[in-house]
């Protein structure tokens, strides 16, 4: 299908681009998800007729853009959802946030709790029922001075509902063009992108690094400050 950035390929996973503002699953907006698109880009390439099998694996928020993993068997979704519960499965963000950092690396720990009702999340107290820990660590790789705007390069250690968004809000650093969590930037796209996957194959066992990067423009220019994300 036209206008799918497919990164990797094989007879078990599929690794595309997702871009933003597309649904990972189908929701009740009704809009194109992923799997549609995926699953007709399959039933197009291989000329199969009826339904195609695709697993999703994980999500990403649909403002979110980066690189996404589809199984195209059942036994490579089970084996990639084990992946993922037993954090073997690396997912790596990069994000552009208000305000100039005081360290150049580093790590929160907050517990949050979901809000069904709102659909939003907030940093809560260890103590409060239904409240789930959550990790990840910071980089900070380039400031632009004049926009006051940092480049962040964030490793997840445990997979939240809007973990990033909400841990970088409550730690004064919201995302740039956070409508839901965020200061600066209301109107304009989230800066939040999926950059790195690494998995081990389900089938080959092979280590495996995917990566994508959205173009450097609007927001992202300040890309354009640093020579290598690794």
């Known amino acids: 299908m036209s206008g799918l950035k497919v990164i990797f390929e094989d007879n078990h996973i ?18 194109i998800d992923m799997i549609t698109i995926i699953k007709q880009y399959l039933k197009e390439k291989y000329n199969k007729p009826g339904n195609v099998y695709l697993g999703l694996v994980h999500r990403l928020d649909r403002p979110v853009g980066g690189v996404m993993i589809f199984a195209k068997t059942s036994k490579a979704a089970s084996r990639l959802s084990n992946q993922v519960r037993e954090k073997v499965f690396k997912k790596r963000y990069i994000t552009v946030v208000d305000g100039k950092l005081q360290n150049r690396d580093g790590i929160l720990e907050d517990y949050l709790y979901k809000e069904e009702r709102t659909n939003t999340s907030r940093v809560v107290k260890k103590e409060k029922k239904n409240s789930k820990y959550a990790k990840l660590e910071y980089q900070l790789l380039a400031y632009d001075e004049k926009k006051d705007l940092s480049l962040l390069k964030i490793n ?13 809000s409550n730690f004064g650093h919201s995302i740039f063009g956070d409508q839901k969590y965020g200061t600066r930037g209301r109107g304009k796209q989230i800066a939040l992108w999926a950059y790195e996957l690494e998995i081990i194959h389900p089938v080959t066992k092979e280590k495996m690094l995917f ?3 959205p173009e450097k423009k609007g927001t992202w220019c300040i890309l354009k400050n640093i020579d290598a994300l690794n």
């Open 14 to 31: 599929i690794v595309v681009e997702k871009m933003p503002n597309i649904p990972s699953q189908a929701d009740k907006t009704g809009d």
């Open 156 to 168: 997840l250690f445990t997979g939240r509902h809007h973990q990033i968004r909400v841990q970088l």
């Open 211 to 213: 990566q994508s990067l």
